[in-house]
């Protein structure tokens, strides 16, 4: 049971940004969201996560809604190098937060 | 760079073999996890370790085991393969916080592929 929604796949320009979205309803107030990322023939490589607050780091930044309900990760200038399967994933309290994996989006980006 | 290495990228083994699986991580990580991953399945946690000698049963145990005698080394064992255990196994690691991974990101090797013939 993934406990995360995310469409099948999603398609964007080269050098434009990338809204990747999740839907995440059953979320509780000590669940942590996490995103990963996939790259073909690779093991997952770690996002970024966050708990309520909107976090950036180097590589995206992650914009929750208020009622914790769904995120967005954002690819803020999209290159072939992030064409991926990427993962919306909760880290569940009562699950001693171990990671819930999803069937992800996979990004498509053309040149 | 810090690093979880799988000892082989590509196995295939015979029915019936017994057949182990090493990951070894040099980030000093005390969770280590075993994945396997197939098509429409995503990933699912076989087993994991947050201490040494230490060993929870994930989500999908059966018909494997493991080792953790170090802290850097945990083992997938298959004690007899069979071909239902054809899958990719991903090997991961993070630090322990009070939960398992609540403010680090794990880290993964890059994959054994295994094929039981």
């Known amino acids: 049971d993934a406990k995360t929604t995310q469409p099948n796949s999603m398609e964007s320009n080269e050098e434009e940004p990338v809204h990747l979205p999740c839907n995440h309803s059953?979320?509780?107030?000590?669940?942590?969201i996490h995103w990963y990322r996939q790259l073909p023939s690779q093991g997952p490589e770690y996002v970024i996560h966050?708990?309520?607050?909107?976090v950036n780091n180097r590589m995206a930044s992650l914009a929750i809604a208020e009622d914790r309900k769904s995120s967005t990760l954002i690819l803020h200038r999209a290159t072939l190098r992030d064409a991926a399967v990427y993962y919306c994933?909760?880290?569940?309290?009562?699950?001693?937060?171990?990671?819930?994996w999803g069937a992800g989006t996979k990004l498509i980006i053309k040149p | 760079d810090v690093k979880v290495t799988q000892s082989s990228r590509y196995l295939v083994k015979r029915t019936g073999e017994k057949v182990f699986l090493e990951c070894v991580q040099d980030?000093?990580?005390?969770?280590m996890f075993w994945y396997r991953q197939d098509p429409g399945l995503g990933l699912r946690l076989i087993y994991f370790?947050?201490?040494?000698?230490?060993?929870e049963k994930g989500d999908i145990p059966e018909g494997y085991s493991v080792s953790r005698e170090k802290k850097e080394r945990f083992s997938l064992i298959l004690e007899s393969a069979s071909t239902n255990q054809t899958s990719m196994y991903l090997c991961?690691?993070?630090?322990?916080?009070?939960?398992?991974?609540?403010?680090?990101?794990?880290?993964f090797g890059s994959g054994t592929r295994l094929t039981v013939v």
């Open positions: 991961a690691s993070s630090l322990w916080t009070q939960g398992l991974n609540i403010n680090y990101g794990y880290t």
């Open positions: 980030m000093d990580h005390e969770n």
């Open positions: 370790s947050y201490d040494v000698k230490m060993k």
């Open positions: 059953t979320i509780s107030g000590t669940d942590y």
């Open positions: 966050g708990l309520t607050s909107n």
């Open positions: 994933i909760l880290a569940i309290e009562d699950s001693n937060y171990q990671l819930i």
